[in-house]
């Protein structure tokens, strides 16, 4: 099974996990946790621990994740080290609404990881973009 794990500070995965839900529905293949105000980083280990108890070795992870190097980044990756599922993990950092939508609907349609990592950056970046509202269009049109 390939399973979306979103890990952040602050509610920002759980918050994410809970937009995508909207758009997916409730999937078990769909995991978040966060590193909380006041949460030592031993504690969101632990945390993250229990998250992915489930999952097997054979299982693939694509791991989201708020910043680079960052505590949750770090701590997710040192337990997945403990379990030995790194080789069957993809880590993207940044994560996004498109990047995280596009991997939960789309992970079971690659074998390839690289190709699949660069869709999901392909579709992180092509989210961040500017919308331009130009003064002297009409107020009544729709956008």
């Keep these: 099974m390939k399973y979306v794990v979103l890990v952040s500070h602050g509610e920002f ?11 997916t529905g409730d999937r ?16 969101f280990a632990e ?3 229990e998250l992915v108890k489930d999952i097997k070795t054979d ?12 505590s ?6 040192n337990v997945l080290s403990e379990k030995g599922m790194l080789p069957n993990t993809l880590v993207i950092a940044g994560m996004n609404m498109p990047l995280a939508l596009t991997a939960v609907l789309m992970k079971d349609n690659f074998d390839n990881l690289d190709e ?11 989210g961040v ?15």
């Design 13 to 23: 995965a759980p918050g994410l996990h809970s937009a995508v839900k909207m758009m």
């Design 129 to 143: 973009t500017r919308f331009d509202v130009s003064e002297d269009d009409d107020e009544d049109e729709d956008l």
């Design 47 to 49: 945390n993250f621990k």
């Design 72 to 77: 949750p980044f770090t701590n997710a990756l």
């Design 116 to 126: 699949f990592a660069e869709t999901l950056l392909n579709e992180g970046r092509s």
């Design 28 to 43: 078990e293949d769909v995991l978040s946790t966060s590193l909380k105000d006041g949460m030592g980083a031993d504690q």
């Design 59 to 70: 299982d693939q992870i694509i791991l989201l994740a708020d910043i680079l190097s960052g």
